[in-house]
């Protein structure tokens, strides 16, 4: 093993791939962009429609209450909604989206109150429709201020305290730090966008540098240098690892860039020095303060990253090293990105905490220790054991690549 | 010097089994001379080749090129070896002058000794028109003249030649055996496959008839026309390899 090969190889293979338009655009381009048209693009169109279901009056339809003229008369008068008229079909206009929702004001339900019956009001509406949604809240919203109303008239009637009902009062208070809650609620999703990163990254150079150098005739050309091949394999894998590490680095730099403008565009003050990140939406909902994530977690997650990056390279270009074109890597790699994303899925979702056993899962390690670490957890032993396995199936997966590059049936298929 | 002792290559084959691509071949050529390997498409012509450039192992016997064993020593053997065939192809995003600068640090080359190469190279190709243009905008010549450079940047003593003129127009193909003659009255060892009868009769010193991995017949040309009685080359070959039947059968396997 040569040093000076190894350089010359991968300094070929940078400009090379630097001159590539469809490498640029994998592990450059679309990463550097997908973060800020995610938040400024597909983030600003969700907050458009959540404040316009927010600020929308909505129409709703009241069925029966002809009996009940002061409830009908302060349902009109509501600032949210608009009573319309009742259609036929009213479950159909609500389908149709004509009406937000429909309230069912049974009969004799004002006559029904005062004699201290309990009536029951039914609210119908469109479930996972947001607009229907909101409507069904804004009605609710109503009833409860009119059932409140009632009883504070009735407390009145008899000469009683409103505290009859009411005895205490309470209310919630965040105690965590911003980058705490930051973690919590991103320490999921960074792992994950990370290590899909890492794998895309890689996918390019590795199928352009083996299959595609075997499709283009000119790895036998290079197999006629005098040097040794695991120099070659090193060389390759190094751009490869690049590719991987860039397109990682450029999207969470995007992406902190893209949070702290979006931050200052939608909550008047994000920032202060940490790395604000904010998923789709969330920037407008939480009009105070923007998640944000402990620098030192950030850190942590790069450096526990970096075997993977590495590992994923030398998986990825050896199994492209059997392919004898691109569209075949292609056809091999792509199937590998399942694999990859359901341990990173699993990863994120709540109440998969990190233990021994789960220490040794390769992807899955690395996505618990990231949500632990991001949330500024730092259990020292599984970092320890998820850092040396993940450097341990990398040294692997490096000489099984080189071990493929000096099989003659492998990089001369037929 | 290229010799090669009983030189055999085996590959497995999933649904035929153990193919024998080359078989027991034995033959030497000497620095000065153009040893032409003759055969048919599938003749074992280019994995003959290949194990002498070291790009494959041979399953058994021996080959010694430039003076280094194929298998103890395949780096040695590879840095005093220039290989060109028609499936070595050049970085279509570097530029001439940066292809054949590669393969000059490849080679372990300086860069000022490199720069000088490139230089004569050049000249002596009529390469400067297009030495700092990108190679995929390149003519099928220019390519031809790039990838010689890129095989001559080392200045080899030992010449290996894949069915180079395969595919080329016949001023791209005469400006190749041009070369190869060249190379020969370098005192350059050569040895040239192909399957075009007028190359070799144009070209070679000794002539090696290779058929299903086998080398049938060896010899001068005058030694292998006195040999089957035929003066014409092409019926020379078809002789050596048993008539056209088992061309035939050899082209349809």
């Known amino acids: ?414 | 010097m290229i010799a090669a002792h009983n030189l055999t290559k085996t590959f497995k084959d999933k649904k035929r089994g153990v193919i024998t691509a080359v078989d027991d071949v034995s033959f030497a050529c000497q620095p000065g001379q153009i040893y032409g390997l003759l055969g048919a498409n599938g003749a074992g012509k280019t994995t003959t080749l290949r194990l002498l450039a070291t790009l494959l192992k041979p399953s058994s016997g021996r080959a010694v090129v430039a003076g280094f064993d194929v298998e103890r020593e395949p780096e040695k053997v590879r840095a005093h070896v220039g290989f060109l065939a028609a499936s070595t192809a050049l970085y279509g995003r570097l530029t001439a002058r940066e292809m054949i600068t590669y393969f000059g640090e490849l080679n372990g080359m300086t860069a000022a000794a490199i720069k000088a190469r490139i230089q004569q190279l050049s000249t002596e190709l009529d390469m400067g028109e297009f030495l700092d243009r990108r190679c995929d905008k390149f003519s099928t010549g220019m390519k031809q003249k790039t990838s010689i450079a890129r095989t001559l940047i080392h200045d080899p003593a030992v010449m290996i030649f894949d069915e180079p003129t395969l595919g080329l127009d016949v001023m791209t193909a005469r400006a190749i055996v041009s070369f190869v003659r060249d190379c020969r009255n370098r005192g350059k060892t050569v040895i040239y496959s192909t399957h075009i009868m007028s190359e070799v009769e144009k070209l070679c010193d000794h002539v090696g008839i290779i058929h299903g991995g086998r080398l049938v017949a060896e010899g001068t040309l005058p030694e292998l026309r006195a040999r089957f009685g035929e003066q014409d080359m092409e019926e020379v070959f078809v002789k050596a390899v048993g008539g056209e039947a088992a061309v035939a059968a050899a082209l349809k396997n």
């Open chain 1, 1 to 414: 093993m040569h040093l000076r090969n190894i350089l010359t190889v991968y300094l070929k293979e940078l400009k090379d791939a630097v001159r590539d338009r469809r490498t640029l655009m994998s592990v450059i381009i679309i990463p550097t962009l997908v973060m800020p048209l995610m938040f400024f693009g597909v983030g600003k169109i969700m907050s458009g429609v959540m404040k316009k279901a927010a600020d929308e009056v909505s129409a709703v339809a009241v069925i029966g209450g002809e009996d009940s003229p002061a409830v009908l008369a302060a349902l009109k008068k509501a600032p949210k909604l608009k009573v319309v008229a009742t259609p036929a079909d009213w479950k159909q206009a609500i389908s149709d989206k004509k009406i937000r929702a429909a309230v069912d004001i049974p009969p004799g339900f004002e006559a029904g109150l005062r004699a201290g019956a309990a009536p029951a009001v039914k609210v119908s509406y469109y479930k996972g429709e947001l607009m229907s949604d909101r409507g069904a809240g804004n009605v609710e919203k109503f009833l409860l201020d009119l059932r409140e109303q009632t009883v504070a008239d009735r407390l009145a009637e008899h000469g009683l305290a409103k505290s009859l009902t009411r005895p205490f009062e309470f209310s919630r208070e965040n105690v965590a730090p911003p980058e705490k809650v930051g973690g919590n609620m991103l320490g999921g999703f960074v792992p994950y966008l990370i290590i899909i990163l890492c794998f895309t990254g890689a996918m390019y150079p590795a199928m352009d540098l083996t299959a595609g150098e075997k499709e283009r005739g000119t790895m036998e050309t290079l197999l006629c240098c005098p040097v040794p091949r695991i120099d070659l394999v090193l060389g390759k894998f190094l751009l490869v690892l690049t590719g991987s590490l860039s397109a990682m680095m450029l999207s969470l730099a995007s992406m902190g860039i893209s949070a702290a403008f979006a931050g200052l565009l939608f909550t008047h003050g994000a920032g202060g020095g940490k790395v604000a990140a904010g998923t789709l939406g969330l920037a407008k909902q939480s009009a105070a303060a923007m998640p944000m994530i402990d620098p030192m977690g950030l850190l942590g997650v790069l450096a526990m990253v970096f075997p993977v990056a590495v590992l994923f390279s030398a998986l990825i270009f050896t199994v492209s090293l059997f392919a004898k074109s691109y569209k075949e890597a292609q056809s091999y790699v792509a199937p590998m990105i399942f694999l990859v994303i359901m341990p990173a899925v699993v990863g994120m979702l709540p109440g998969i905490d990190l233990n021994a056993r789960l220490a040794l899962v390769p992807i899955l390690n690395l996505s618990l220790v990231c949500k632990e670490m991001l949330s500024g957890i730092w259990h020292w032993d599984y970092i320890g054991i998820i850092f040396g396995s993940s450097c341990v199936y990398a040294a692997i997966a490096l000489a099984l690549a080189v071990k493929m590059f000096n099989r003659e049936d492998v990089i001369f298929r037929a």
